[in-house]
């Protein structure tokens, strides 16, 4: 499974030429920093040069480190998860923690990405052990998250263990306070999962987009489940005004619009459960707009997205809908089939 909170790298100078200014920074506000040279990246800040100035930015408030030299590093593994795990070893053996961190959890993207788990488990542990206070820390408990939050019910306990141990370090370890806010929100997550009660499941998300001024991705994500479990809860009205927001917002991230269009999608779907054709092309569509609109977005999403097309386009039953159908669940079963919904779908649910 891949993951799309691919975060960047630590304290360490790179011994790069002072003109060399080839690296990109993407923030949690939607903006991109692009001609400039990372100079460290711990779990507190990272720091960077553009022209004559440095500048200083919050580790929670970097979604994306790209380094111009990257490519060139790893080009022996940028489609092979075992060689970039060896070179990203090779780098930390040379002390080029910036490029090794980055190497660790690309690895463990594409291990994730292969259905390798374990694989991907012992890249990010080797990232922690190798390099305590790297800047992709975080990136350590994302992936994990993902990948158990993807199993659905069958991943559920260990959901809830990592975010268990992301608050714990990230509180204990003065973390700044959006990677607090994001853990609390992945606690919640986890708990929803698990069962918890969905009145609870609101007020938690309620105070995570309270607290999380400092880290307006996560505010978008809470808001995004917040909606679905209005949804849930039949307030359509409440699900719908929130859902048109982040969709058609600006500067919006991948994931959270996805989530905005598979909840107007299932808004659309319920609708067509009483027959109504033309709810059932909308939804469609809005599923079909996760693939083709918002291809960085969680695998789980994208999955979830390709299944409820499947049924949208079995209840419109329009033009083409069973070629539709057949590519849908293609994809699905190819890219997806350690989903739960690849899961569904076989089993006809």
């Given at each position: 499974?891949?993951?799309?909170?691919?975060?960047?790298?630590?304290?360490?100078?790179?011994?790069?030429p002072?003109?060399?200014?080839?690296?990109?920074?993407?923030?949690?506000n939607g903006?991109?920093?692009?001609?400039?040279?990372?100079v460290s990246f711990d779990?507190?800040?990272l720091?960077?040069?553009?022209?004559s100035?440095?500048e200083t930015?919050?580790?929670?408030?970097?979604?994306?480190?790209?380094?111009?030299?990257?490519?060139?590093?790893?080009?022996?593994?940028l489609?092979?998860?075992?060689?970039?795990l060896t070179?990203?070893?090779?780098q930390?053996?040379e002390?080029?923690?910036?490029?090794?961190?980055?190497g660790?959890v690309?690895a463990?993207a594409?291990f994730?990405?292969?259905?390798k788990?374990?694989?991907a488990?012992?890249s990010l542990?080797?990232?922690q052990?190798g390099?305590?206070?790297?800047g992709?820390?975080?990136?350590v408990f994302?992936?994990?998250?993902?990948?158990y939050?993807?199993?659905?019910?069958k991943g559920?306990?260990?959901?809830k263990?990592?975010a268990?141990?992301?608050?714990f370090?990230?509180?204990?370890?003065?973390?700044?306070?959006g990677?607090?806010?994001e853990?609390?929100?992945?606690e919640?997550l986890?708990?929803?999962?698990?069962g918890g009660n969905p009145?609870?499941?609101?007020?938690?998300?309620?105070?995570?987009?309270g607290?999380?001024?400092?880290n307006p991705?996560?505010?978008?994500?809470?808001n995004?489940?917040?909606?679905h479990?209005l949804?849930?809860?039949?307030d359509?009205d409440?699900?719908r005004?929130?859902?048109?927001?982040?969709a058609?917002r600006?500067?919006?991230?991948?994931?959270?619009?996805?989530?905005?269009?598979?909840?107007?999608?299932m808004?659309?779907?319920d609708k067509?459960?009483g027959?109504?054709?033309?709810?059932?092309?909308?939804a469609?569509m809005?599923?079909?707009?996760?693939?083709?609109?918002?291809?960085?977005?969680?695998p789980?999403l994208?999955?979830e997205?390709?299944y409820?097309a499947?049924?949208?386009?079995?209840?419109?039953?329009?033009?083409e809908y069973?070629?539709?159908?057949a590519r849908?669940?293609?994809?699905?079963f190819?890219e997806?089939?350690?989903?739960?919904w690849a899961?569904?779908?076989k089993?006809?649910?």
């Amino acid at each position: 499974m891949k993951s799309r909170l691919f975060a960047a790298s630590l304290t360490v100078l790179w011994a790069l030429p002072v003109t060399a200014q080839d690296d990109r920074v993407t923030l949690a506000n939607g903006t991109t920093v692009d001609g400039v040279r990372v100079v460290s990246f711990d779990i507190r800040d990272l720091r960077y040069t553009k022209g004559s100035s440095n500048e200083t930015v919050s580790t929670d408030q970097v979604v994306k480190v790209d380094l111009g030299k990257f490519k060139d590093t790893y080009r022996r593994g940028l489609r092979d998860p075992d060689m970039m795990l060896t070179v990203a070893r090779e780098q930390l053996k040379e002390k080029n923690l910036l490029l090794a961190q980055l190497g660790f959890v690309g690895a463990a993207a594409q291990f994730f990405d292969s259905d390798k788990a374990q694989e991907a488990v012992t890249s990010l542990d080797d990232l922690q052990k190798g390099i305590p206070e790297a800047g992709v820390l975080p990136e350590v408990f994302r992936q994990k998250f993902e990948y158990y939050m993807g199993l659905g019910s069958k991943g559920a306990a260990n959901a809830k263990k990592v975010a268990e141990k992301y608050r714990f370090e990230a509180t204990g370890g003065a973390w700044p306070p959006g990677l607090v806010v994001e853990a609390e929100f992945f606690e919640a997550l986890a708990e929803r999962v698990n069962g918890g009660n969905p009145k609870d499941f609101q007020a938690k998300l309620r105070s995570v987009i309270g607290k999380a001024s400092s880290n307006p991705m996560i505010a978008n994500r809470a808001n995004v489940q917040l909606a679905h479990s209005l949804r849930e809860s039949k307030d359509f009205d409440g699900a719908r005004r929130i859902y048109e927001d982040l969709a058609e917002r600006d500067g919006i991230d991948a994931s959270t619009r996805a989530g905005a269009y598979i909840g107007l999608g299932m808004l659309a779907l319920d609708k067509a459960n009483g027959g109504d054709k033309v709810a059932a092309r909308e939804a469609l569509m809005y599923f079909l707009r996760v693939r083709l609109q918002t291809k960085g977005a969680w695998p789980s999403l994208q999955a979830e997205a390709l299944y409820h097309a499947v049924l949208a386009a079995d209840k419109w039953r329009g033009s083409e809908y069973q070629t539709i159908m057949a590519r849908c669940r293609g994809v699905l079963f190819s890219e997806f089939g350690g989903s739960e919904w690849a899961e569904r779908a076989k089993a006809g649910r």
